[in-house]
C-alpha cells in the first residue's frame, strides 16, 4: 500500500506565494519520477512539473520561471515552490509519483483571486 500525503495548499492574492509539499509512505522500492498536476474546473488534468531521481525537471509552459519542484530521495518527499500566482493558477494541485506503478495524493485546493 502507497500512501501519498499533500500539505500546503490555501488561498493567496496574485502575486503572492505557497509552498506544496507531498509525502510518500508505505511499501515503495524504489521511486523514478514525482511530480505535480493540476485540474481546474471544467478542465482536463495537466502536468504543472515532474522531477526525475536524478533530479532532472520537465516544468508546464505556464509556470516555468515562475515554480520551482524539488525533491528529498531519502524523505520520499516532493515539493512545489510557487511564486508570483496568478489567477489561472487556481486548480486542484495532485502529488504524483512513479515506483512500480502510478500513485496519486488526494488533491490539494490552491486558489489565487483578489
Known amino acids: 500500500q502507497v500512501q501519498l500525503v499533500e500539505s500546503g495548499g490555501g488561498s493567496v492574492q496574485p502575486g503572492e506565494s505557497l509552498r506544496l509539499s507531498c509525502v510518500a509512505s508505505?511499501?515503495?522500492?524504489?521511486?523514478?519520477?514525482m511530480g505535480w498536476y493540476r485540474q481546474a474546473p471544467g478542465k482536463q488534468r495537466e502536468l504543472v512539473a515532474v522531477i526525475t531521481r536524478i533530479g532532472n525537471r520537465n516544468y508546464a509552459d505556464s509556470v516555468k520561471g515562475r515554480f520551482t519542484i524539488s525533491r528529498d530521495n531519502v524523505k520520499n518527499t516532493v515539493n512545489l515552490q510557487m511564486n508570483s500566482l496568478k489567477p489561472e493558477d487556481t486548480a486542484v494541485y495532485y502529488c504524483y509519483i512513479r515506483a512500480m506503478g502510478d500513485y496519486w495524493g488526494q488533491g490539494t485546493q490552491v486558489t489565487v483571486s483578489s
Open positions: 508505505g511499501s515503495i522500492f524504489s521511486i523514478s519520477a
